[in-house]
Nanobody
Framework: QVQLVESGGGLVQPGGSLRLSCACS????????MRWFRQAPGKERELVAA???????NYEDSVKGRFTISRDNAKNSVYLQMNSLKPEDTAVYYC???????????WGQGTQVTVSS
């Protein structure tokens, strides 16, 4: 059974930091590209950051320089370090694992991030 379990969300003041984690099981983690998406109320889900099997990274423009995605294949986990958080970063953040070769992807259940004073 495949499971992606996010953690680390919460309430933080503007300018603060959070570190999201996504622990994966049931997949050969090192063969999956990993992505973080977010969805704010009334908005479509958007890609925030991605890290490839080879550890190449990409970021949505509004988070460049503030967010860092990383992966630890030994722990089957992907992380999203979020610094200088803004109210507009408030959303449910989802972890996604995708194997482009097999055409398979999996989603976590999401973790709420709220940036507010």
């Amino acid at each position: 059974q495949v499971q992606l379990v996010e953690s680390g969300g919460g309430l933080v003041q503007p300018g603060g930091s959070l570190r999201l984690s996504c622990a994966c099981s049931g997949i050969i983690f090192s063969t999956y590209g990993m992505r973080w998406f977010r969805q704010a109320p009334g908005k479509e889900r958007e890609l925030v950051a991605a890290i490839s099997i080879g550890r190449s990274t990409n970021y949505e423009d509004s988070v460049k320089g503030r967010f860092t995605i990383s992966r630890d294949n030994a722990k089957n986990s992907v992380y999203l370090q979020m610094n200088s958080l803004k109210p507009e970063d408030t959303a449910v953040y989802y972890c996604n694992a995708r194997n482009s070769y097999l055409g398979i992807e999996y989603w976590g259940q999401g973790t709420q991030v709220t940036v507010s004073s």
